[in-house]
Structure formats: structure tokens, C-alpha cells
């Protein structure tokens, strides 16, 4: 056990070293970093938001994606979801002590690609010119 980690089994993991093919860290950084992850992530920072007001925030998601990220998030711990009893239910989502702290990182990028994705395009668009 080199970080102490376990996975399931109970065999010893290399969950920091991302670049070992066998690392299940790969599968947290894909859970974290796809798309609609990253925006749900992001629109829950400021706090917790019920389903449809997810779907209205994040503009191209569909409710079946959605569906399918929120799970995979409350399961690995960075969402929370409550369920108030009432009728119909009322369920919303926040982000977890894990997810805020994976927010502030994303939010970094989130800004990085608002300030610098005009320079983004401009070089894309000057490597297409030029091939």
C-alpha cells in the first residue's frame, strides 16, 4: 500500500499516479473532467439547485445526460442530493465537502477559458489558415 488506498477487493491502488494505465485516479479525472460534469460542477458552486433549474442553467444538456452525470457524481461523492418528503418530491443537489473542494480548480479554468478563449480561436483559426 503506497498511499494507503484500497480498492474494493481490498488490493492496494495506485490512485495518485494518473499516468499508470492501471490508476483508478484516470476514471475520477474522467468523471471530473467531461463536459457536462465540469458545468454541473460549476453551476452548483454558488449552492444547490433543483433538477430543472440544472437543466435550465446549463444550456445544450439533455435531461437523460443530465440524469445520467448527476448519478455519477452523487456516487462518487462530490454531489449531494436531498430528497424533501413531500408530493410531488422535491429534489435538489448541492455540492458535497469533496465537490467544493474540486470546484475551485475547475472555476480557475472556467475563468482561464473566459479570459483566453478568443485567443484559443484566433490560434485555431490561424493553424487551419495555414494547413
Known sequence: MRDGSLISDGDPAPVGDVFNKECPGRMIVEH????????IIAALKPGPLRFFELRD?????????LSQKLRLLVRDG???RTVEPS???KVSYELSELGRGVSRPLDGLVRWIAANGHAVLAAQARHDKDS
Open 78 to 80: 462530490l454531489i449531494d
Open 87 to 89: 408530493v410531488p418530491p
Open 32 to 39: 471530473i473532467t467531461g463536459r457536462w460534469s465540469t458545468l
Open 57 to 65: 442553467k446549463i444550456d445544450g444538456v439533455s435531461e437523460k445526460m
